[in-house]
């Protein structure tokens, strides 16, 4: 199949600024969600659960068709606590219905990470919302209790190789584990609002020690209270990730511009763009005076 992204000809590089700074701005106002972390680690993570359904050997899932929207894939157990991000953006989507929903939940994450100091992330439109019935079954995002060989398989299937694998799992620099959700417990750092570096610096600097928590899962937790998925802690456990972990825990520029380019290409697993489609760089609001 082909994922041809739509030319949206009524619409200019403004209107999606105009939805950028919306979502931005409502992520500004409702800043005690989640004990003050607020809205963006989880719009991050909608982000890419919704694109990492992807399944590039039959060209099924992905974030072209919004199938988030459907409750098979809403009610996916991967997917606990994401409504969080869901009811978020709904209003967003009431004031700008032109928008698919495949473009509002990737649009979430770039405003969000962009926000939170993170890089810019290019971005295009265009995506078309899918039928209920081509929603992908449940079971296609990684389960967190496995090494670096689960890891590396797992993400071939989005097309991304270590480099890129590693980079993305930067983005455990925001937010944190929920133990009502996903039965892991703690934040990987203590920057939970703010992109950086710290997921790699933790990586390698903090003293880890596995243990099972109150839902009787493995972690890794350090004594300054931070935690670590058995897939994160496999990017120290395995040579070729650890090259990577070590060049951007020293390296914040070189790592803001790999993240960009993977996470770029994680919302656009799938989908064709015509020539024509614009790639738009939004502003902050910071720095549209905002
Ligand atoms: Fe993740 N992630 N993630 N993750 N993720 C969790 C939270 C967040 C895995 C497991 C978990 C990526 C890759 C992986 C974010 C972004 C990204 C939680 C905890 C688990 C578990 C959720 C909860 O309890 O509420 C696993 C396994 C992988 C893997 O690929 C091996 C990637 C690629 C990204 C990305 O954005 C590029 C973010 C942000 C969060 C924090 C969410 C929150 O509510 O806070």
Redesign the pocket.
């Known amino acids: 199949i082909v994922h041809m992204a739509q030319e949206i000809k009524d619409k200019s590089e403004k209107d999606y600024q105009e939805v950028y700074n919306a979502i931005a701005v409502k992520l500004r106002e409702e800043d005690e969600f989640?004990g003050y972390?607020g809205y963006g680690?989880?719009l991050?993570?909608l982000?890419?659960h919704s694109s990492g359904t992807w399944d590039k050997n039959n060209n099924t899932g992905g974030s072209f068709g919004g199938t988030y929207q459907f409750q098979k894939e809403s009610n996916d157990p991967s997917n606990?606590?994401l409504h969080n991000g869901a009811e978020f953006l709904a209003p967003i989507h009431k004031q700008f219905p032109w928008l698919s929903h495949g473009d509002l939940y990737t649009l979430g994450?770039v405003v969000a990470i962009q926000e939170l100091q993170g890089p810019v992330i290019p971005w295009r439109p265009g995506r078309v919302d899918l039928p209920e019935d081509m929603t992908p079954d449940n079971g296609r995002l990684?389960?967190?209790v496995y090494g670096a060989d689960y890891?590396r398989n797992?993400f071939k299937r989005l097309d991304l190789n270590d480099q890129e694998v590693v980079a993305?799992?930067g983005?455990?620099c925001?937010?944190?584990?929920?133990l009502q959700?996903?039965g892991?417990d703690g934040p990987w750092g203590a920057a939970s609002n703010t992109f950086t570096n710290e997921f790699f610096l933790n990586l390698l600097n903090e003293n880890w020690k596995l243990e099972k928590n109150e839902a009787k899962n493995m972690q890794w937790n350090s004594p300054k209270g931070y935690m670590m998925?058995p897939?994160d802690h496999a990017l120290i456990e395995d040579d070729k990730y650890m090259a990577y972990v070590k060049l951007y825990a020293t390296n914040n520029d070189k790592f803001f511009e790999d993240f960009a380019k993977a996470?770029k290409k994680?919302l656009e697993g799938g989908i064709t763009f015509p020539q024509s489609t614009p790639t738009y760089r939004f502003e902050t609001l910071d720095s549209q005076g905002l």
Do not use: E
Not at 174 to 178: A, F, I, K, M, V
């Open positions: 989640d972390i680690p989880v991050t993570r982000a890419w606990k606590g994450g990684p389960d967190a890891v797992f993305l799992m983005a455990h925001l937010g944190r584990t929920h959700n996903t892991f998925l897939t996470f994680l």
